[in-house]
């Protein structure tokens, strides 16, 4: 705090972060220059780039081929992006999430062979796409992965694979640039290219950094960790989301009524799940459409179609949360990992084991039969700890799968409705057999500091945010305030819970529990009267009205 001049709390802060004192600096104001690793020490880097550089030379007919997800959609869009500034229109290719399923297939590689593309991009998959890039390769077209989800033993046969995951890359690139996300990944591929491309007779000036706000997006929704360089390309993201660069993010956030300083927040909860409507529930594409266009009216009509699918998703997904939830209730309370099969949407599965991931605070499956042509697909995902990316990739290379990947937080697989029990065996093996387990399954609720109440303050707020942008792996800073009364509460819709906090001093602070009102937390703090509790939460500025003013976000409580 002294060598920095800051306030002792944020020394306290980035301490308990890990931020040394020679990086402090650099944490807090997070560059891209200071950062940013040389793309040309990932395997395959250069070579991609090269192909690509032949590419524009001589007009070839590029596809790019994404994952419908964020990730997916915004290093299609941020491809898309560069390539037209050449004059290149490549085809958008995101694969309809029913219909075709996660990744590349051999008819969707067929389909692009026919409308005479000569080079296939895959972005934020492709890395288990082996018959896809077979496929390909038969069909004598050139191939580029950009991926980051981890690989089995093997790897496809493509042109270039460049993965800071593959298992044959160096420490110092799992160290720089394992934690990215797909965009990430596709940003640092530009920065190759647009280097090889200084060095030819038609190179056009760009401005990579411009285009961040796209990275920034992709980055926080696919709750990568945000440090390193994840750190400054979010950062500098937000300030351009800010300035309404990107046609589609700007009408998106006027859609979804987001305030005038967008935060991390606003891209994982608001934006997010709208440009993930699309692929979960609507029309595969329309993010990245979205994300492409420079049509006003066009950009309008997909930012309202991707909101209402949002809403409709969120119906969906209530209905079969609460369905998930019966079924663990009924025999699964005790073990350690919950497997839970409905008739739901599969855009809405992935949703489901989040929230019984949540709810539980063990690993999730959930799985669905509906429109799979027979088969389970499902999705996972889990604590702090435990990879169930991992726990995925060796139960493909057992067979009990028909396809799966994914990360250490989440995945994805199919598999035959008989082999399920003997799935959901050898997961449950494998858990049981972590020696630590118990601990990884114990409910932690981890505090940074005690605050009074009289310490609320927008000052503070200002201090707190030094530490953005927060998320994954640099949490938002979370406190609790002790011995204070709810001197006023009334529920929101029967979902939310609002309510005053206030010390013995008469000091008093508004506060907010969301998704609370039907749990035991929401009810208490409806009851709440006299006593003293602690409230365990985080602060956060509220702009409201041209005014500024600083709220509690409850997370907890516990009676004193």
Not at 491 to 497: E, Q, T
Request: net charge negative; aromatic share 6%; hydrophobic share 40%.
């Amino acid at each position: 705090a002294q060598r920095h001049a800051i306030p002792p709390i944020l020394g306290n802060l980035l301490t308990q972060r890990g931020v040394h004192p020679d990086e402090a600096e650099q944490f807090l104001n997070p560059r891209i220059k200071d950062q940013l690793p040389d793309p040309a020490l990932l395997k395959d880097m250069v070579a991609g780039a090269a192909l690509i550089v032949e590419a524009i030379k001589h007009k070839k007919k590029i596809a790019l081929f994404g994952d419908y997800d964020v990730d997916g959609a915004t290093s299609t869009a941020l491809m898309a992006r560069f390539l037209k500034t050449y004059g290149l229109e490549p085809i958008l290719y995101i694969p309809d999430r029913v219909e075709e399923g996660y990744g590349p297939s051999t008819d969707a590689v067929a389909s692009l062979k026919s409308q005479d593309t000569q080079i296939i991009i895959f972005m934020d998959c492709g890395t288990l796409a082996f018959d896809a890039l077979e496929k390909a390769k038969s069909l004598k077209l050139q191939t580029i992965v950009l991926d980051h989800h981890k690989q089995g033993d093997k790897l496809p046969v493509a042109d270039a694979i460049i993965n800071p995951n593959r298992l044959d890359e160096s420490d110092e690139v799992v160290e720089k640039c394992g934690h990215m996300a797909a965009v990430g990944v596709t940003f640092l591929f530009l920065v190759e290219l647009n280097r090889q491309l200084r060095q030819t007779d038609f190179y056009k000036e760009t401005n990579l950094i411009e285009l961040l706000d796209l990275v920034a997006t992709g980055t926080v929704c696919d709750v990568v960790s945000l440090t390193g360089i994840n750190r400054a390309f979010v950062a500098q993201g937000l300030h351009l989301i800010r300035q309404g660069k990107n046609l589609g993010l700007r009408v998106l956030r006027g859609v979804a009524g987001t305030k005038e300083i967008p935060s991390t927040y606003d891209l994982g909860f608001v934006l997010g799940p709208r440009l993930n409507a699309g692929g979960r529930i609507g029309i595969a594409d329309a993010a990245v459409t979205l994300l492409t266009t420079e049509d006003a009216s066009k950009a309008q009509e997909l930012a309202e179609m991707l909101d209402s699918n949002n809403r409709r998703r969120q119906e969906m997904q209530e209905e079969a949360v609460e369905q998930a939830i019966n079924q663990v209730e009924k025999n699964q309370q005790d073990q350690p990992v919950i497997f839970v099969v409905g008739d739901w949407h599969q855009g809405v599965v992935g949703l489901v084991a989040g929230r019984l991931k949540e709810i539980y605070g063990k690993p999730a499956f959930a799985f669905t039969a509906k429109d799979t042509g027979g088969i389970l697909k499902g999705s996972a995902r889990s604590v702090p700890g435990i990879d169930v990316g991992g726990l995925v990739l060796e139960a493909l290379e057992k067979n009990f799968l028909k396809a799966g990947g994914g990360h250490a937080s989440a995945a994805g697989l199919s598999l035959e409705p008989d082999a399920l029990d003997g799935f959901q065996e050898f997961i449950t093996q494998q858990l049981n057999e972590l020696p630590n387990l118990k601990e990884l399954l114990q409910p932690v609720l981890r505090l940074d500091a005690r605050l009074a109440l009289s310490a609320v303050s927008i000052e503070l707020a200002n201090h707190l945010g030094q530490l953005e942008p927060c998320g994954e792996s640099n949490r938002k800073p979370k406190f609790w305030l002790e011995k204070v009364r709810i001197s006023y509460a009334r529920d929101l819709k029967g979902k939310h819970v609002s309510c005053t906090l206030q010390d013995d001093l008469g000091n008093t602070v508004k506060a907010i529990c969301f998704r609370c009102g039907d749990t035991p937390l929401g009810q208490a703090l409806l009851r709440a009267r006299d006593e003293r509790f602690d409230i365990a939460g985080t602060l956060k500025k509220d702009h409201w009205q041209g005014r500024t003013t600083v709220k509690f976000f409850i997370e907890d409580m516990r009676a004193c």
